[in-house]
């Protein structure tokens, strides 16, 4: 499975963006799909994840009521839209695919496939 994360960007605060990851090769219906960031000196941190069924399974606490995750699988592709963002979203973001199961979303050393990670930035 090969992820490409894209989407990200400077931003003031208030703004919105929506961060795609693409995925190819193997059959993705098997997988999990997870958002994830991590800021400069922190551990990667699980934000919001997918399952295989279209289930949705929220991390941080920050995220929930304003980052929305959506699958369009006719493209292949998970969107991460993120709204009202905050200087302390800034971070990397990395898409990861998982087949571990369902409960096992938000651990990081569960993913076996990641992209390549894409930088959001927020202003003050």
């Known amino acids: 499975v090969q992820l490409q994360a894209s989407g990200g960007g400077l931003v003031q605060a208030g703004a919105s963006l929506t961060l795609s990851c693409i995925a190819s090769g193997e059959n993705l219906r098997n997988y999990m799909i997870g958002w994830f960031r991590q800021a400069p000196g922190k551990e990667r941190e699980f934000i919001v994840g997918i399952s295989r069924s279209g289930g949705v399974i929220y991390g941080a606490d920050s995220a929930k009521g304003r980052f929305i995750i959506s699958r369009d699988r006719a493209k292949a592709a998970t969107n991460l839209q993120m709204n009202s963002l905050k200087p302390e979203d800034t971070a990397m973001y990395y898409c990861?695919?998982?087949?571990?199961?369902?409960?096992?979303?938000?651990?990081?050393?569960?993913?076996?496939?990641w992209g390549q990670g894409t930088l959001v930035t927020v202003s003050s």
């Open positions: 990861g695919a998982s087949r571990a199961v369902q409960s096992a979303i938000s651990r990081a050393n569960n993913y076996a496939y």
